[in-house]
Nanobody
Framework: EVQLVESGGGLVQAGGSLRLTCAIT????????IAWFRQAPGKEREEVSL????????YYAEGVRGRFTISRDRAKNTVSLQMNSLKPEDTAVYYC??????????????????WGQGTQVTVSS
């Protein structure tokens, strides 16, 4: 059984940092995408970042590039998202997602089969 469990969310002031971690069990495929999505109230879920499970190639949404960093620890089977210089507009529930094989439309929620429960990130102004 595949399980993705997010941790690390919380309340932070604008300009602060948070580190989210996704612990993955039952999913060790090559050629997979591990992604972070977020969903703010009243908005659609959007991709924030992803990493290829093997070659480590990364993608960042334009609004977080330069502030967020995704990383993977293959030994621990975790993927983390370091979020710096947080802004109030980063407030959302953040979800970890996994897909195998690496999807062509990697930015679409429907490309991902496995999802975590989400973790709340709130950035106060």
């Amino acid at each position: 059984e595949v399980q993705l469990v997010e941790s690390g969310g919380g309340l932070v002031q604008a300009g602060g940092s948070l580190r989210l971690t996704c612990a993955i069990t039952g999913f060790t495929y090559d050629d997979a995408a591990i992604a972070w999505f977020r969903q703010a109230p009243g908005k659609e879920r959007e991709e924030v970042s992803l990493v290829h499970s093997v070659d480590g190639s990364k993608y960042y949404a334009e609004g977080v590039r330069g502030r967020f960093t995704i990383s993977r620890d293959r030994a621990k089977n975790t993927v983390s998202l370091q979020m710096n210089s947080l802004k109030p507009e980063d407030t959302a529930v953040y979800y970890c997602a996994a897909a195998h094989p690496f999807p062509i439309n990697y930015y679409l929620t429907e490309s991902y089969e496995y999802w975590g429960q989400g973790t709340q990130v709130t950035v106060s102004s």
